[in-house]
């Protein structure tokens, strides 16, 4: 896995983007791609999502990037545009509830144990569940905080709050998932004992 671009290197791109150099938000785009949708996929819980948000994000950045000054890092900043999409996104879900979809089949890797293969989707799915009973403020906090490890400052500046609101959310979001967790453990699955497998 390549290591992410260096902030100067993303700081370079931006003020050619701002001159009008087109081909600097392909570059910006391709660098930041993979970052992004891995952020989005931990805020939104669902897969299928993605790629269109991806998109909307990219389509906001190009329009938020002319006003960009460089008082925060960039990566701050694509991540208060990621915050600003995927909030809206789970407040639209929230109002329409809608049947799960199921998702997508994992790949497993070669030479992978079937069964680690199976105890880490399990437990990925978990996290997912317990993610998904998250208020959206407190789970884009508790995201960029334990799965981005972004600090409560660069958090506060990424959503637009103050660091003692980020704190509290935080604190209140750990308390919530790990209630989670513990009743998704405790919880025996559809069917039961004597269901089928």
Known sequence: MEPPPAEAQL?????????GDRTAFDRLYHLTRVDAARTLRHLVGNRT???????ETYLRLLSAVKG??????FRTF???VCANVALSHLRWKRRRPEEQTDTPPEVQAQGADPEQEAARRQAARLV???????????????VYYELCGMSPDEIAEAVGSSVNTVRSRLHHARLEFTEA?????????EGGR????
């Open 68 to 73: 960009f000054r460089g008082e925060s890092r």
């Open 128 to 142: 997912e569940l317990a993610l998904e009973r998250l208020k959206p403020k407190k789970r884009i906090v508790f």
């Open 49 to 55: 999502d993605v790629e269109d948000l991806l998109q």
């Open 11 to 19: 700081l370079a791109l931006v003020r050619r983007i701002q001159q």
């Open 78 to 80: 694509l991540y208060r």
């Open 194 to 197: 004597h269901g089928s497998p």
């Open 181 to 189: 967790m513990h009743r998704l453990v405790e919880t025996p699955r």
